[in-house]
């Protein structure tokens, strides 16, 4: 599961950079903090303008729920960089659910 912080069209690109998986979609770095916890995404995506609001925060939310954060410059990312850098995340996550 990947959690995307930003608009729709952002988490489409993210979709189509993956293929199937779950997608949530937050639309701030507040509201990140509830689905993180809700879903426990293995991925959380961000660009840099949402992670320089609270990047304390957002670290620590990273941490809690055993993610990997993937920084992305803008909505705007390359496709290419998009697929190798969560596809990558979700590699080397590992298991850490809770039961």
Same mark, same amino acid.
């Given at each position: 599961?990947?959690?995307?912080?930003? +608009?729709?069209?952002? !988490? $489409? %690109?993210? /979709?189509?950079?993956? #293929? @199937?998986? =779950?997608?949530?979609? +937050?639309? =701030?770095?507040?509201?990140? %903090?509830?689905?993180?916890?809700?879903?426990?995404?293995? &991925?959380?995506?961000?660009?840099?303008?949402?992670?320089?609001?609270?990047?304390? @925060? *957002? $670290?620590? =939310?990273?941490? /809690? *729920? /055993? !993610? %990997?954060? &993937?920084?992305?410059?803008? $909505? @705007? !990312?390359?496709?290419?960089?998009?697929?190798?850098? *969560? !596809?990558? +995340?979700?590699?080397? +996550? #590992? =298991?850490? /659910? %809770?039961?």
């Amino acid at each position: 599961m990947v959690l995307v912080v930003g +608009s729709d069209e952002l !988490a $489409e %690109r993210c /979709r189509l950079a993956v #293929g @199937d998986v =779950t997608m949530v979609v +937050s639309s =701030t770095a507040g509201d990140m %903090r509830f689905a993180a916890t809700a879903w426990l995404p293995k &991925v959380v995506v961000c660009t840099l303008a949402t992670y320089s609001t609270d990047p304390a @925060d *957002i $670290e620590a =939310t990273v941490r /809690r *729920i /055993r !993610a %990997r954060l &993937v920084k992305v410059v803008d $909505e @705007d !990312a390359p496709y290419t960089e998009l697929v190798d850098r *969560i !596809a990558g +995340s979700m590699g080397v +996550s #590992g =298991t850490r /659910r %809770r039961s």
